[in-house]
């Protein structure tokens, strides 16, 4: 089974630039979610897709962040102005469906992150 | 909201020593729990997750860890470590669908 697949793995930018992550879910998951990881710190959730649409991105910062999902498979994530403090690893991950799991757990599944740096 | 705490942002042991790594959390619901091992350059592996059920969980790799609610931890143990046990150990909680990471445990591994 192939995993989560993120792309460009490494990106330099610099500041006020704009960039743009992709990422594919593994086949047939329903849920997608963004997370941000600084240097030092533990994954911070920027957004969670149930399919196509928005479950939760009250930690997005919608200023200059944006990610669509638009055909409930592969998901971009935007960062348009990006500042020197967005230098971090941006991890995506897909589980396989929240809303029929009856409040038990579906495991979340990691990919290998792209890595930012902000100049 | 729930919250994690990792004891120890690094730790070092030799190899065949106990590894032990801390995790306290708060919740004010039952929480799910998890162990996440990062790699270099990787994105995280789950070593083992806490429910329902058992209280004592055993993962990938030899490592265990054990639920107390009593005293709101979520320890991680291997009896024996091995040189490729070196990574970062996150430890996270999950409770009505919001999930929390948290900062992360460097292991370091002696020959």
């Known amino acids: 089974e192939a995993g989560v697949a993120q792309s460009p793995r490494y990106k330099i930018i610099e500041k006020r630039q704009s960039v743009a992550f992709w990422c594919n879910p593994i086949?047939?998951?329903?849920?997608l979610y963004w997370y941000q990881q600084i240097l030092g710190q533990g994954p911070k959730l920027l957004i969670q897709?149930?399919?196509?649409?928005?479950?939760?991105d009250s930690q997005l910062p919608k200023d200059r962040f944006s990610a669509e999902r638009l055909k409930g498979v592969d998901s971009t994530l935007k960062i348009q102005p990006a500042k020197l403090e967005d230098s971090a690893v941006y991890l995506c991950?897909?589980?396989?469906?929240?809303?029929?799991?009856?409040?038990?757990?579906?495991?979340?599944?990691f990919g290998p992150g792209t890595r930012l740096t902000v100049l | 909201a729930q919250s994690v705490t990792q004891l120890g942002s690094h730790v070092s042991v030799s190899e065949g020593a106990l590894v032990l790594l801390r995790c306290n959390y708060s919740?004010?619901?039952?929480?799910?729990l998890f162990w996440y091992v990062q790699y270099p350059n990787q994105g995280l592996q789950l070593l083992l997750k806490?429910?329902?059920?058992?209280?004592l969980v055993k993962g990938i790799n030899g490592f265990e860890a054990e639920f107390k609610k009593s005293e709101t931890s979520f320890h991680l143990t291997k009896p024996s470590a091995h040189m490729s046990d070196a990574a970062e150990y996150f430890c996270?909680?999950?409770?009505?669908?919001?999930?929390?990471f948290g900062a992360g445990t460097r292991l370091t591994v002696k020959p």
């Open positions: 991950a897909s589980s396989l469906d929240r809303a029929a799991s009856g409040g038990l757990y579906n495991e979340q599944f």
């Open positions: 086949s047939g998951h329903a849920t």
């Open positions: 897709f149930q399919n196509n649409g928005v479950v939760d």
């Open positions: 919740s004010s619901v039952p929480p799910y």
């Open positions: 806490y429910t329902t059920g058992a209280t």
């Open positions: 996270a909680v999950r409770s009505n669908n919001d999930m929390r």
